[in-house]
């Protein structure tokens, strides 16, 4: 299993389609707080449809208190500042794929503290960024890929 981390993310559209992809591929979410949004947001649920029920999802009041609570564990931080292409990695089960809120990504704090495993989705210079939902999608799919997707049809 994989674990998808969302930093202070801000549209629950976002989260919603998240939700879906983790509970799809059996993968976890786990929410770093503040969220720009309720977790009872009409839009988070309308994204998630009914795959709510088939999330292993967790909350934490911080960056810091997830990577305490996972100690040992590997952390792949998505950037637009990274410069490691995301699918020069080999990921493995277990692994946390962090990426940051919408509008700001991923502060530098946070980036210092896996500096080695800073990851980046190719793309065109001149373009800001990938929609996070769709960014997500990108890189765990690769990640399940690697994994010969176990326990997947």
Not at 75 to 90: I, W
Not at 93 to 101: A, E, P, R, T
Request: aromatic content about 12%.
């Amino acid at each position: 299993m994989f674990n998808i981390v969302l930093v202070e993310p801000e549209i629950p559209q976002n989260t919603g389609n998240i939700s879906r992809t983790c509970a799809v591929t059996g993968s976890a979410l786990h929410l770093v707080r503040p969220l720009g949004f309720s977790v009872d947001d009409r839009y988070l649920k309308r994204a998630g449809l009914d795959y709510w029920k088939d999330l292993e999802l967790h909350y934490y009041d911080s960056f810091d208190e997830l990577v305490e609570k996972n100690k040992g564990a590997r952390f792949f931080l998505a950037s637009t500042h990274a410069e490691k292409n995301y699918a020069d990695f080999e990921y493995k089960d277990g692994d946390f794929i962090v990426f940051g809120k919408e509008t700001a990504g991923l502060g530098p704090r946070i980036l210092s503290m896996f500096p080695e495993t800073s990851i980046r989705i190719p793309m065109r210079p001149q373009q800001r960024s990938l929609n996070l939902s769709n960014s997500v999608a990108i890189v765990l799919y690769e990640a399940l890929r690697q994994n010969g997707f176990n326990g997947m049809n």
